[in-house]
């Protein structure tokens, strides 16, 4: 035997990374866990809303009856975006849902582990986005029926886009303030030596 083949046999071998497929499901039972959970509740409430609440009704406990002027609960329909914007929509709102569905699932499995937030994001978006397509294809609508103060009509699944949108933002500005705190600490080491130099 060489030496070249006793060095060889002698180096600790590194167990191999996982397997890029197995990595992509594990991602992928990680966005589907996360939306399911989302897409659930959602659909829980808005089938309550139907069972118990006639359409254009509300409904708030007894107990809780002061604060109708600013929160109930209440049965609407709304046929455009979230929060009742672009009303009359339907068809192209599902072809959207659709599209950004699968472009979630379809990218979240590239995303680095560090980028939590990124990460999370997009579980948001997702649940918000199924559990929205899901009225969209079953009744042609989606079930509203959050309402507070002036504020358009909402739901769960709008409340977790809006969720998405507000993380993905924030992590956005983390992002930029870490490089800028990072960027101005090499300045700073590569301006102290000079000025050493010339005092």
């Known amino acids: 035997m060489t030496d070249k083949e006793t060095r060889m046999e ?33 659909q829980y409430t808005k089938a309550l809303v139907v069972k118990h609440i006639p359409f254009l009704g509300t409904w708030l406990p007894p107990e809780l009856a002061d604060l109708q002027p600013y929160f109930r609960i209440v049965h609407w329909h709304n046929s455009g975006a979230a929060f009742g914007l ?77 969720v998405g949108v507000a993380i993905l933002l924030l992590d956005v500005l983390l992002t930029e303030w870490r490089e800028r705190k990072v960027n101005a600490g090499q300045t700073e080491s590569h301006t102290r030596p000079s000025e050493e130099f010339d005092s």
Request: proline share 6%.
């Open 10 to 42: 002698n180096t600790p071998q590194t167990p191999p990374p996982a397997s890029q497929p197995a990595a992509r499901w594990r991602d992928l039972l990680v966005l589907l866990s996360g939306a399911g959970l989302i897409i659930a509740f959602d």
């Open 86 to 162: 672009f009303q009359d929509g339907n068809l192209v709102f599902t072809i959207l849902a659709i599209v950004a569905s699968a472009f979630i699932i379809a990218f979240f499995p590239s995303i680095e582990k560090h980028e939590w937030g990124l990460r999370t994001a997009m579980v948001f978006q997702l649940g918000g986005a199924v559990g929205n397509l899901i009225d969209r294809l079953r009744f042609g609508y989606v079930i509203d029926y959050i309402s507070i103060g002036d504020f358009p009509v909402f739901n769960v699944a709008d409340a977790s886009i809006s």
